[in-house]
């Protein structure tokens, strides 16, 4: 096991230099990091170290167009990355005590800010990929409603994501609910709303809702 993590630790360290075209197994190498967990099970520490690692990698990865490409089309790969989510571990984010819990939401987050806003035809194909995975949808309204999320600046995040929603392909709207559509501009337009908070992060923030509610407000009357 040291051995793997060893191997995990230097894979993640040079990441943003390898081109998987040069690995014709590397898509399935990662998904292996990828192991679901779940917030009700007992506490696996290997399985959370990797799935650290497999996020981090991912995101280094992601970052260049073709392994974006390559990315795009491993579907059992893309399914394992969306397992933070499914396992529920946004949860966890108000235990301090589970701090690489928390790591992983934070990494799987980055991940698909970067899969949003990644450009070009493959842009739009993993965008496809994040918004018609309901529980993602479901992890960013979660996100927005979350004191201790908001405190680590993860709404901000979550507020990007969605303002890149409209540059999806036309059908993902199927997979938001009106319900679920309208819940998310409450919540944003508290965040719109609040002028308690007056620093550069705040405006920011308030700057940012505003936009998704824009970009939310359509979809909700498109609907």
């Known amino acids: 096991m040291d051995v793997r993590k060893h191997a995990a630790r230097i894979v993640a360290h040079l990441a943003e230099d390898i081109r998987l075209a040069s690995f014709p197994h590397g898509t399935r190498c990662i998904s292996s990091l990828l ?27 992601a970052a260049d167009e ?7 089309s491993a579907q059992e790969l893309l399914s394992k990355a969306m397992a933070p989510v499914r396992a529920d571990l946004l949860d966890c984010i108000v235990d301090h005590q589970h701090q690489t819990l928390s ?3 934070i990494a799987w987050l980055k991940l698909m800010s970067r899969f949003v ?10 965008r496809s990929q994040v918004v018609n995975n309901r529980n993602a949808i479901i992890a960013m309204k979660k996100i927005l409603g979350c004191g201790e999320c ?16 409209p540059m999806a392909p ?11 559509i309208e819940k998310s501009i409450n919540l944003l337009v508290t965040i719109f709303t609040d002028e308690g908070n007056a620093t550069s992060i705040g405006l920011f923030r308030r700057h940012m809702a505003g936009e998704a509610l824009a970009v939310l407000s359509d979809l909700s009357e498109s609907c």
């Open 170 to 180: 036309a059908d993902w709207s199927l997979s938001m609910s009106t319900q679920t």
């Open 103 to 105: 790591e992983i939401v």
């Open 66 to 72: 073709h392994n974006r490409r390559i990315i795009s």
């Open 150 to 165: 908001n405190e680590m600046n993860l709404d901000i995040e979550a507020i990007e994501i969605l303002i890149m929603l």
């Open 35 to 61: 192991e679901m967990i779940s917030h009700s099970e007992q506490r696996n520490y290997d399985r959370e170290f990797f799935m650290l690692q497999g996020l981090n990698i991912l995101h280094k990865l």
């Open 117 to 126: 806003t990644a450009p070009d035809e493959t842009g739009a194909k993993l």
